[in-house]
């Protein structure tokens, strides 16, 4: 009887390590699915910053474009040596600066990326909530 109670011991300690070293795999598994999540959340975030940053820059080109327009035009008005302060020239180069055409189809396209921006946030959102469900379900039902 004792060989056999030792047996037994013996196989319910193999069990139990066994056990423990597959529920380490599952937590190790999960702990590698939040860290990549973060990660990836990360870089999303990142991207967003950098799109942010390129809308910026874009308008600070429009802004300097405009400028030398005007630098190029008083320089052209100097030569010809007639009065800076003309008013014509003035008012055309400030409404070709200022298309409207042009300023519609802009803004309307900033309102577009506007819009897809705030959406891509909330599907992030969202993504991220059922992601963290996801995983917690996971570990209610491995337990």
Do not use: C, P
């Not at 597959?22 to 999960?30: H, I």
């Not at 190029?72 to 055409?101: P, R, V």
């Not at 946030?121 to 491995?142: A, F």
Request: glycine content about 2%; cysteine-free; charged content about 20%.
């Amino acid at each position: 009887m004792k060989t056999q109670e030792r047996l037994f011991w013996m196989a319910m300690a193999i069990l139990v390590v066994l056990f423990a070293q597959q529920k380490s795999s599952e937590v190790s598994n999960l702990e590698f699915l939040i860290s990549t999540y973060e990660l990836e959340s990360n870089i999303q975030n990142s991207q967003m910053i950098d799109f942010s940053q390129q809308l910026n820059i874009n308008r600070e080109n429009s802004y300097r474009n405009g400028f030398e327009a005007g630098k190029t035009q008083a320089a052209i008005i100097l030569m010809n040596e007639d009065s800076l302060y003309n008013y014509t020239d003035g008012y055309h180069a400030a409404t070709s600066q200022f298309d409207l055409s042009a300023q519609i189809d802009q803004s309307s396209i900033n309102d577009t990326l506007f819009d897809l921006l705030i959406d891509t946030w909330d599907m992030e959102n969202n993504s991220s909530q059922v992601y963290l469900e996801l995983i917690s379900e996971l570990i209610s039902e491995k337990d």
